[in-house]
């Protein structure tokens, strides 16, 4: 028989408890987070593969939950005319006098397509505006086809209420 720490009679018993002790502990860890409330961010689009457009904007309102410390977790939708809602969900975090926001954005279309988008948000905390960039990859269900990555870029401007609908 080995002598190796983890097949040592005992041990595996230890780590059992120490398995069971970390479960029942995890629900009163969940417990720890916050809920904030809701924002309200006001996107301006600017910039789209091809270079500038002509801007467009739109609103979009997060659930927010404060994870402990300077972490928060960011979930929103926000209407689209050419499918299903766009949702998007993340993670934003406090460095210095800035929150970024690193988001998943996702949308189904009843055409097939699947959009998929990784958006990277940057807002000043003196003055609630900022920028964000997002790239997408999506995907056709029907025809089996991948279109272009997509570029989007512009500006936000961060509202600490709900949006006005």
């Known amino acids: 028989m080995s002598d190796l720490p983890f097949r040592r009679a005992g041990y595996a018993r230890t780590w059992r408890h120490l398995l069971l002790g970390l479960l029942m502990v995890l629900p009163l860890l969940a417990g720890a987070q916050s809920y904030m409330g809701k924002v309200c961010m006001i996107v301006t689009v600017t910039t789209r ?14 659930e927010v939950s404060n ?21 998007a969900t993340g993670i934003a975090t406090v460095v210095g006098g800035d929150i970024f926001f690193n988001m998943v954005i996702t949308e189904a279309h ?19 505006t900022g920028t964000f ?33």
Do not use: K
Request: negative net charge; proline residues 5%; charged residues 20%.
């Open 49 to 62: 593969d091809q270079g500038p457009v002509t801007p467009e904007r739109f609103a979009v309102e997060f």
């Open 67 to 87: 994870l402990g410390g300077s972490t928060y977790s960011a979930a929103g939708s926000f209407p689209s005319s050419t499918g299903e809602p766009m949702v």
């Open 110 to 128: 009843a055409d097939g397509w699947r959009d998929t988008g990784i958006n990277r948000t940057r807002l000043s905390l003196a003055t609630m």
């Open 133 to 165: 960039y997002e790239i997408g990859h999506d995907y056709n269900t029907v025809s089996r086809t991948y279109d272009q990555t997509r570029y989007t870029a512009g500006t936000v401007e961060l509202s600490l209420s709900a949006c006005q609908r």
